[in-house]
């Protein structure tokens, strides 16, 4: 017998993990070996297009929809695909990453869909990315079930028809992953990473199951970035041999850019679009990272004084409902991310009603579904949208076509009455310093006071106080924003947090490293396009 051909990719600089090999085999690796050789140089042309689209804006500081696709925009015969019957009611989604337990919670929490995350609330250490993917196809095997050996508390999937459908969501396309190189050395991009492997193993064993390989698209810029989706998707479904059209993509409208091409990023996905969504904490961040230099009117307040009530805010939504029900597509609403308190039933009552008026708010506006962050808040999200719902799975046939959206409105950002505040320089200070410390211990999805927050709050936070400062902002009390008073709030924060925890706990954390991290990617004049980025470096 001749021998196995040498992979065609390398694993470097990754510790040997438990059943590794059942991820990582030959076959897998030529696949993505072959994701990586046919797509990764579309992926760097469009990452240099979107520098480019950043140096545009900010030297005009605005955006319009686009001239050249205005016959798509305008043609009103095309639709996407219909949505298979797993995917057609999804009125309550659960977010979260593919841990072991939070695998068989989020599957057993009475969701509809949980979007089993490899990118925001997973950090991309090398056991969370193949071990992930280990987690995702034990439970579609049933055999995921497990005792915590720490706690004694055993863990077990349901009845399958009691089970979420599973959206996979794969990093972005401006992450790399280190530890899977070409023979140049290259390395792969981390989305075809995510995608490649879950989908070359999971593909025939979901479409058995009765679903299907069903993704939540990251980061989005352009429909041109959906095109590329589009086409491996195309050659994916034939690498694997299952029907074109098995693929479902659920598109978050997570960035400024992509909130003017939301039809064209539908149309560019129509025989695999499923739907897009409205994610608010990456959509304040592209914002101020889009519009840095556009001076005062594009300066955001507090991010937790900007609601989804906020007129720019309001048109993003509404423009996005009438968007996906005119094209047959799911529209899904944002996230709910509260954490109930074991302790404070006062401060969860305040909390579950904020929750309520959101979802009642979304399912009222037309919104088919949305997110939550906690299995608490499953019932609540549920009955907003059944008392709006009914029987019927979704209210595509509700087309809003009372919404009118100008060009000027997304980006009204000075329509806002809110200010910036000293608290809320604080608590940019606070929950990012507290979020990148657990990222860099392996933690993407992170309860920081009563709220889960994941990779988008640390990139807010830190995209504010950055804004902040080089905007020149003066706080009500005459305060300036200022490096050196970034500086003094994150060493009280540091000094606050070895107070609270103790020094052996403190020694044995990331704290010192988080703090140096948050103030380099806050105060560099060079804004870095992803925080992730640098982190990433310091990542092990």
């Known amino acids: 017998m001749s021998a196995p051909a040498p992979s065609p990719l390398a694993i470097v600089d990754a510790e040997p993990l438990p059943r590794q090999e059942e991820v990582l085999t030959p076959a897998a690796l030529a696949f993505v070996a072959e994701l990586h050789r046919r797509f990764t140089p579309r992926r760097d042309e469009l990452l240099a297009r979107r520098a480019e689209r950043r140096a545009e804006i900010a030297r005009t500081s605005t955006l319009d929809f686009l001239p050249e696709t205005a016959a798509i925009r305008a043609d009103d015969s095309w639709k996407v695909a219909p949505a298979p019957a797993a995917l057609n009611d999804r009125r309550v989604e659960i977010t979260g990453p593919t841990d072991r337990k939070m695998t068989i919670n989020a599957l057993n929490s009475g ?12 950090a991309p250490t090398w056991e969370n990315v193949i071990l992930g993917q280990l987690n995702m196809t034990d439970a579609y095997e049933r055999r995921i079930d497990f005792t915590d050996e720490r706690t004694g508390k055993s863990y077990a999937l349901k009845d399958a028809g009691e089970l979420a459908t599973v959206v996979m969501r794969p ?5 790399n992953e280190r530890h899977l190189t070409d023979a140049d050395g290259a390395p792969v991009p981390g989305a075809l990473v995510d995608f490649g492997l879950y989908f070359f193993h999971n593909a025939q064993r979901l479409i058995d199951l009765g679903k299907g390989p069903y993704f939540y698209l990251p980061k989005t810029e352009s429909h041109l970035e959906a095109r590329l989706w589009n086409e491996i998707f195309v050659f994916a479904q034939d690498y694997v041999g299952v029907p074109q059209g098995t693929v479902r993509a659920t598109v978050l409208i997570e960035t400024i850019t992509a909130a003017y091409q939301m039809e064209e990023i539908l149309y560019e996905l129509r025989d695999h679009a499923s739907g897009l969504n409205a994610g608010r904490w990456d959509y304040l961040f ?42 047959g597509a799911h529209a899904i609403g944002g996230m709910a991310a509260f954490i109930p ?35 608490d808040l499953v019932p609540i999200a549920l009955e907003s949208f059944d008392k709006v719902l009914g029987d019927r799975p979704n209210q595509k046939d509700r087309l809003r076509e009372d919404v009118s959206v ?42 920081i006071f009563n709220l889960m927050e994941d990779a988008a709050t640390a990139e807010i936070s830190r995209s504010q106080i950055w804004q902040w400062i080089n905007a020149g902002v003066v706080f009500a009390d005459g305060t300036p924003a200022t490096a050196d ?12 947090i070895r107070a609270e ?17 948050l103030l380099q990617v806050s105060l560099d004049a060079d804004y870095a396009d992803f925080l992730t980025l640098p982190a990433y470096e310091q990542l092990r």
């Open 406 to 447: 100008a060009a000027g409105d997304l980006i009204a950002i000075d329509s806002l009455d809110a200010k910036p505040t000293y608290d809320g320089l604080v608590n940019a200070v606070q929950v990012g310093i507290r979020y990148i410390e657990a990222w860099l211990r392996g933690l993407g999805a992170v309860a």
């Open 485 to 496: 008073l970034a500086r003094e709030v994150a060493a009280a924060e540091l000094a606050a």
């Open 111 to 122: 969701a509809k869909v949980w979007l089993a995350d490899f990118e925001d609330a997973s």
């Open 501 to 517: 925890i103790g020094e052996e706990a403190f020694a044995a954390g990331k704290w010192q490293q988080a703090h140096d991290l």
């Open 171 to 175: 990093r972005g396309w401006h992450l």
């Open 286 to 327: 592209s914002i101020v990272k889009n519009f840095r230099d556009g001076g005062q009117k594009f300066v955001l307040p507090d991010r937790n004084l900007v609601t989804m009530t906020a007129p720019f805010m309001r048109a993003y939504t509404e423009l996005l409902v009438r968007t996906c029900h005119k094209r």
């Open 341 to 375: 308190s074991r302790k404070d039933a006062e401060v969860n009552k305040v909390a579950f009603e904020k929750v309520r008026a959101d979802k009642d708010r979304e399912a009222g506006d037309g919104f088919d579904g949305s997110w939550v962050a906690h299995p």
